[in-house]
């Protein structure tokens, strides 16, 4: 068969009187089959009930139900009205748009009443440690990590905005220029409410034999008034020294208690820590 091109096949059942269908066409007249004369659709050149007039072999037309845009306002609006009058007497929904349902599941026995999603929800509780600690090379957040395990506290993590050099000669040489000149860098992010805690553990490394001045910056932003101040360090030899008397000086209301040197934390079990932090 040549592609593109179609056959079909001749009707030859023209009933009496009637010519074939070419010349009935040519003619004007209609191509009867009287195969199917007096069956649904019959005489209309398709099979039985599956015809349509004036297309041979074609499907009935569908009935489509009559909505708002074909003009059936009136019964469509007049259905809404009932609706919502029935949910209304059942109890599902209040008349009007925008009402929250009064009682979720209706009037029946047993369906608790309707409450709001963040109703009754209890205010979240203040913790009892927050450890609070500035890490230049990851050695001191690991101390502060395990204080903040054995105690149940929360950490935050001390940031300056415009960070110390990655070099330890260049770090250690901007830290002893704050030093010198007393100066306070800049912190980065937003501080921690410490009203919500009733101890604080401070955590840094030791810089020119004491805290790093931006261990100050953080002391002097956040009111620790009347707080619990735990303070503790890492190092390679030094050690606390003078750091603890430092952060007394920057906080003079706060109850701070001696340095804790960190690097001991390996060999300390869980109960002398917690004996450290008075808990």
């Known amino acids: 068969m040549a592609k593109g091109k179609r056959f079909y096949k001749k009707n030859t059942n023209a009933p009496a009187g009637q010519d074939a269908p070419e010349q009935n066409a040519a003619a004007g007249g209609e191509n009867v089959n009287k195969k199917y004369e007096g069956k649904p659709n019959g005489g209309q050149g398709g099979k039985p009930g599956q015809g349509t007039a004036g297309k041979p072999g074609g499907k009935p037309p569908r009935k489509f139900r009559k909505n708002n845009w074909d003009g059936n306002k009136e019964h469509n609006a007049g259905g809404k009205d009932a609706d919502r009058e029935s949910n209304a007497a059942r109890g599902n929904r209040?008349?009007?748009?925008?009402?929250?349902?009064?009682?979720?599941?209706?009037?029946?026995?047993?369906?608790?009443?309707?409450?709001?999603?963040?109703?009754?929800?209890?205010?979240?509780?203040?913790?009892?440690?927050?450890?609070?600690?500035?890490?230049?090379?990851?050695?001191?957040?690991?101390?502060?990590?395990?204080?903040?395990?054995?105690?149940k506290g929360n950490t935050y993590r001390i940031l300056p905005v415009k960070a110390y050099p990655s070099m330890y000669g260049l770090c250690v040489a901007k830290a002893g220029m704050e030093k010198a000149s007393g100066a306070r860098p800049e912190l980065k992010g937003s501080l921690p409410d410490c009203s919500r805690y009733e101890k604080i553990a401070i955590g840094f490394p030791i810089w020119w034999f004491s805290c790093p001045n931006i261990i100050h910056s953080f002391l002097e932003k956040v009111n620790l008034e009347g707080k619990k101040v735990y303070p503790f360090c890492t190092s390679k030899t030094s050690g606390p020294k003078s750091s603890a008397d430092a952060i007394r000086s920057t906080v003079p209301k706060a109850d701070v208690k001696d340095c804790l040197d960190a690097n001991k934390l390996d060999s300390m079990t869980d109960e002398d820590i917690k004996k450290w932090l008075e808990m």
């Open 94 to 151: 209040p008349e009007g748009k925008g009402d929250a349902p009064a009682n979720r599941g209706g009037n029946r026995p047993g369906n608790r009443p309707f409450r709001a999603r963040f109703e009754n929800r209890k205010p979240q509780m203040a913790g009892r440690l927050l450890v609070a600690y500035y890490s230049w090379s990851g050695v001191t957040e690991k101390a502060a990590q395990k204080i903040a395990s054995v105690a």
